[in-house]
């Protein structure tokens, strides 16, 4: 894991040493074991190195024999050694022991096309000096991040915003239609960010640079086919499923250093240890798992639980670390926002920091079970949208306004309360078939967004964020509406907020998170299995549970889905109540450009009294205040 920046076709501009120099020192939490840089008439790249594999001999950027092809690269090639042992048969002469190394005579060979035959998560840069053509690449899913911009025929590139900012023509201007997008889905969906003109390289894409025309060409390498579907019996495909899971966990568990395992007491993280665990012995694999004194978003107790039935399959193979922290912290809020860049607000990040923090005080690489829930049909809401498809009883122009009315009469608890999940199901039932599933994720109605938008913003107060789902309709390759949801949170949903907040939680303490369930072969199959062997009435991510039924304990495997949140709405109030007000009204975001002023005041009071619980919204606008007095 490393954090990688570029500045290609700088046309020999004596600052550009200077300038790659600072965009690789505000990476360095990225990689604080090596630095390197790379520097000629055209080419500019800088890395930085958080040692994994091959420690000694691993310094990047690496070039090839003649030094006419030369790569940066963040992440982790698993199928590597097999890559090596065929290019090398093939003549090519390697000095490291590093998958970096592959990439770079793996495109001698293939040029574009070797990103194909490349399995894991990454993102890199290679530069063909004979050619003049500049690759960039990103992993299927996102996993880990490539953030670039042109600017008078130069391209530049780095892993977060820190470094790109370091480059004196960033674009700064904000977009604000991601402004508007941000404050629906609590992050900026990709390809945009918060800058116009500053991009993400889409998951499962490349970018070609040909510097002898100026010119720029992206495409796509990689498409997850749903259209397909196995005919095998569900038995059979969970017997499949397990292979392929224990085959991705013990990929994941190549590494030089310590690797240890995220443990909640989940589903998902719980198979993770299990399988570390048996793939590690003898060696005892740290399993790491944070509590809180908030007895509603604690797990402890179900973490100790699966620590348990994992230590007596394993006769010990896993060593429970466990610390009761105060995510709470509004220090570790604000350089959070720092780290993100750009505004970013599920607040679930501040608990995956502390947790990225606390394994990184014992291990360098940590597993996790993100993407389980995406690929297996796990979250809850795919279940409400198939109740409301469902309950669809009355003509919609007699259904809506009575659900609308209906949803009105009910208190507003909160989130986490029955009330609360009644008041948001009504709402979802009372939108347009078309609508339903951004009406559920929608945290800034078309309404209110009139009544809050400056001046500034007044161009995206008429902005459809839903618009976002309306152009990945094309893509979806699923007949079943229910996996369609599921597809578009793949696209959406787990690049744009669960991967970014795991990558920029982690390094930010220099910790290498891999993700298992994320294996391509785990996500392909996933993708062919019948909508019924992963949501069956209730039940959510069945043939999982049924593939690991021996490993689950019964509480784990049959309780519901808590998710990793923090008292955002109780901190408002309390807590964080003096800091809040500030930030939101003493700085930029209320001057009468950004937000009224009235508006944001009448949501502040209401939240405070009880009456509503606006939490969600003025958190995003709280963070958005973060990022205005940064930028």
Avoid at 337 to 348: I, L, T
Wanted: with cysteine.
């Amino acid at each position: 894991m490393c954090g990688i920046a570029g500045i290609v076709n700088h046309r020999g501009d004596p600052a550009a040493g200077e300038i790659i120099a600072a965009m690789n020192a505000a990476l360095v939490h990225r990689g604080p074991d090596a630095s390197g840089i790379y520097l000629d008439e055209q080419v500019a790249f800088g890395h930085r190195r958080l040692s994994i594999l091959d420690l000694e001999n691993g310094t990047q950027p690496f070039k090839n024999e003649d030094g006419s092809v030369i790569a940066v690269f963040n992440g982790e090639i698993y199928n590597f050694r097999r890559l090596r042992d065929e290019l090398t048969a093939r003549g090519h002469t390697f000095r490291s022991a590093t998958d970096t190394e592959v990439i770079v005579h793996l495109y001698e060979e293939l040029g574009g096309e070797c990103v194909r035959l490349l399995e894991g998560m990454f993102a890199f840069a290679v530069y063909n000096a004979k050619t003049r053509r500049l690759l960039l690449a990103r992993d299927r899913l996102g996993q880990k991040p490539l953030l670039y911009f042109m600017t008078n025929g130069t391209l530049v590139f780095a892993s977060e915003f820190s470094a790109l900012k370091c480059h004196p023509k960033m674009p700064t201007e904000l977009d604000v239609n991601a402004v508007s997008d941000y404050l629906s889905f609590q992050y900026i969906p990709g390809p945009g960010t918060i800058y116009r003109n500053v991009h993400k390289l889409a998951p499962g894409h490349q970018l070609e640079f040909r510097l002898n025309e100026g010119t720029t060409s992206i495409r796509s390498y990689w498409h997850l086919d749903h259209s397909l579907k196995l005919t095998e019996p569900f038995d059979e495909a969970a017997r499949t499923l397990r292979g392929l899971v224990e085959k991705s966990v013990e990929r994941r568990l190549m590494a030089d250093v310590p690797v240890g395992t995220f443990l909640s007491g989940g589903i998902d993280s719980t198979i993770i240890t299990a399988i570390a665990a048996s793939k590690r012995l003898p060696e005892k694999t740290n399993a790491y798992t944070i509590g809180f004194n908030e007895t509603k978003y604690d797990e402890r107790t179900f973490a100790a639980r699966a620590a348990s039935a994992i230590n007596q399959r394993t006769g010990g193979g896993i060593v429970h670390m466990e610390r009761v922290v105060n995510p709470g912290d509004f220090t570790l809020l604000e350089k959070l926002c720092a780290h993100c860049g750009e505004p970013y607000a599920d607040a679930s990040i501040l608990p995956t920091a502390r947790l990225s923090e606390f394994a990184a005080s014992g291990v360098k690489v940590a597993l996790s079970g993100d993407g389980a829930d995406e690929i297996f049909c796990g979250y809850e809401r795919y279940l409400a949208l198939r109740w409301a498809s469902r309950f669809s009883l009355l003509p919609g122009f007699l259904q809506r306004p009575l659900l609308k009315a209906a949803s009105g009469l009910i208190p507003d608890g909160g989130e986490r309360t029955l009330s609360g999940r009644l008041r948001r199901f009504l709402r979802v039932m009372a939108a347009t078939k078309e609508q339903r599933y951004f009406t559920l994720l929608d945290r800034c109605g078309a309404s209110l967004k009139q009544t809050l938008f400056g001046e500034k913003l007044r161009a995206a107060a008429n902005r459809n964020s839903a618009e976002l789902f309306d152009a990945l309709q094309w893509e979806l390759t699923s007949v079943n509406q229910i996996e369609r949801l599921s597809e578009i949170d793949m696209h959406t949903y787990l690049p744009g907020d669960i991967l970014t907040k795991v990558d920029i939680a982690s390094m930010m303490y220099s910790l290498e998170v891999r993700s298992p369930f994320l294996d391509r072969e785990v996500v392909e199959f996933a993708a062919r299995l019948p909508l019924s062997y992963k949501l069956r009435g209730t039940k959510r991510k069945r043939i999982l549970c049924e593939a690991f039924k021996d490993v689950l304990p019964r509480e784990i495997s049959g309780r519901a889905k808590k998710g990793f949140g923090v008292p955002v709405a109780a901190w408002l109030r309390r807590d964080w109540r003096s800091a809040a007000e500030q930030a939101l009204f003493d700085g930029k975001l209320c001057n009468g450009e950004y937000f009224r002023r009235e508006t944001v005041e009448s949501l502040w009071k209401e939240h405070l009294s009880g009456k509503r619980d606006y939490s969600y919204l003025l958190w995003n606008l709280l963070i958005f205040s973060l990022f205005l007095e940064r930028n």
